[in-house]
């Protein structure tokens, strides 16, 4: 097929099982991460997928760094926007510090991403921008005022630009994944996810990465071009939009 794409926070987590699976369908595929070059290292060892390391939050280094990842790769027709990061508190407790990471990594993230690469897909008449939003930015959510409010953010992003790439073969759609099974959620104090988090999934039971990563590769797919603007809601009936 000979398509590039490139995941943000794509060695560990929801992202890890994203870039496997656009990698076994086909995709040249290269992973960002922030800090955890451990990890980083042995995702590449053990899948043969390039990492970059750069901070979504810094426009400049994002710039600099697809600039590199796509000459060492090619150009980037598939963008999966799926680092994030939890600052969680209770509004009145919550810091402008923990309001700023968050909404810098969660929705100016996505903006430093996308707007660098967006160009190219313009001129070359295809694209494909897939958001990884949240449940909670859907329904918002108690003690993540700043994590929802940016999640929400995104999904207003997905619909305003698909308007705009729309003749330019490009789609914009967002994922909202309801509870999936990754270290963010294992940070979750157990009792809480017990007693209080899963009985709240109709389906009985937290979402696998993968089940994530399915989404994905068929809104890459050429069979997904009609579907732009979109949100696709996997979260094990707890919420309906
Ligand atoms: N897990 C869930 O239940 C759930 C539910 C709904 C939505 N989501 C969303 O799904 C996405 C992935 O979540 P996850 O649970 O897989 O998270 P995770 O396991 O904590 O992994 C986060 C990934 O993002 C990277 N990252 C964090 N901050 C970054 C930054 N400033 N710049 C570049 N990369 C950064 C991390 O890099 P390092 O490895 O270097 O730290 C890591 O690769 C997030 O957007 C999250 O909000 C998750």
């Not at 794409?5 to 992202?15: D, K, N, P």
Request: proline share 3%.
């Amino acid at each position: 097929m000979g398509r590039v794409a490139l995941v943000t926070g794509g060695s560990r987590g929801i992202g890890e099982a994203i870039s496997k699976a656009l990698k076994d369908a086909g995709y040249t595929v290269a992973a960002t991460y922030a800090g955890n070059d451990e990890k980083a290292a042995a995702f590449t060892e053990a899948t043969g997928i390039k990492t970059y390391k750069w901070d979504v939050g810094d426009y400049e280094a994002c710039a600099a760094g697809i600039a590199k990842a796509e000459e060492e790769n090619g150009p980037i027709d598939v963008l999966v926007n799926n680092a994030g990061i939890t600052r969680d508190a209770m509004f009145h407790r919550m810091t402008p510090d923990q309001w700023k990471q968050v909404i810098d990594t969660n929705l100016t993230g996505v903006f430093n991403m996308t707007h660098p690469i967006w160009p190219g897909m313009r001129d070359r008449k295809f694209g494909r921008v897939i958001n990884i939003s949240s449940i909670n930015g859907q329904k918002g959510q108690a003690g993540q005022v700043n994590y929802s409010a940016a999640k929400a953010g995104d999904l207003g992003f997905t619909k305003a630009l698909a308007q705009e790439g729309a003749r330019a073969g490009i789609t914009v759609n967002a994922i909202c994944p309801g509870y999936i099974a990754t270290e963010m959620v294992k940070a979750i104090d157990e009792k809480v996810l017990n007693e209080r988090i899963i009985p709240q999934i109709p389906v009985g039971r937290l979402g696998e990465p993968e089940e994530i990563a399915r989404c994905v590769v068929f809104l890459a797919s050429d069979d997904a071009g009609f579907i732009t603007g979109s949100t696709i809601t996997a979260n094990g009936a707890q919420f309906f939009v």
